[in-house]
C-alpha cells in the first residue's frame, strides 16, 4: 500500500516562490512515475508536472513550464515540485499521486495524496 503525503503549500505574494514536498511510504518512489496535479475552485484537476524515476524523464505542462520544477530525492522517499514566479492562475489545491507508467492523465494513477493549497495573492 502506498501512501502520499504532501505539505509545503500556503499563501504567497505573486512573483515569489514556494516548494513543495510529496512524502512517500508503503513502497520505494522509484518504482512509480510520480506526478503533480492542481485543482483550482470550480474546474477540473489538471496535470502539472511528472517525473519517471528511470531514465529521468519530466514532463510539464505548458502553464507552467520554466516556472516549475519537479525533482526527487530517492533516499528521503520525497518528490518536491519547486515553484517560482508564481501567479494568481497557479492558485489551486495540489496533489502528488503515483503511476506504474509515464503519463499525463489523472486515470493512470493508482495513488493520491490529500492535497496541499496554494493560494497566490495579486
Known amino acids: 500500500q502506498v501512501q502520499l503525503v504532501e505539505s509545503g503549500g500556503g499563501l504567497v505574494q505573486a512573483g515569489d516562490s514556494l516548494r513543495l514536498s510529496c512524502k512517500f511510504s508503503?513502497?520505494?518512489?522509484?518504482?512509480?512515475?510520480t506526478g503533480w496535479f492542481r485543482q483550482a475552485p470550480g474546474k477540473e484537476r489538471e496535470f502539472v508536472a511528472a517525473?519517471?524515476?528511470?531514465?529521468?524523464?519530466?514532463y510539464y505542462a505548458d502553464s507552467v513550464k520554466g516556472r516549475f520544477t519537479i525533482s526527487g530525492d530517492s533516499s528521503k522517499n520525497t518528490v518536491y515540485l519547486q515553484m517560482s514566479s508564481l501567479k494568481a492562475e497557479d492558485t489551486a489545491a495540489y496533489y502528488c499521486a503515483a503511476s506504474y507508467s509515464f503519463s499525463t492523465t489523472q486515470g493512470d494513477y493508482a495513488y493520491w495524496g490529500q492535497g496541499t493549497q496554494v493560494t497566490v495573492s495579486s
Open positions: 508503503g513502497r520505494t518512489l522509484t518504482r512509480y512515475t
Open positions: 517525473v519517471r524515476w528511470i531514465g529521468g524523464d519530466t
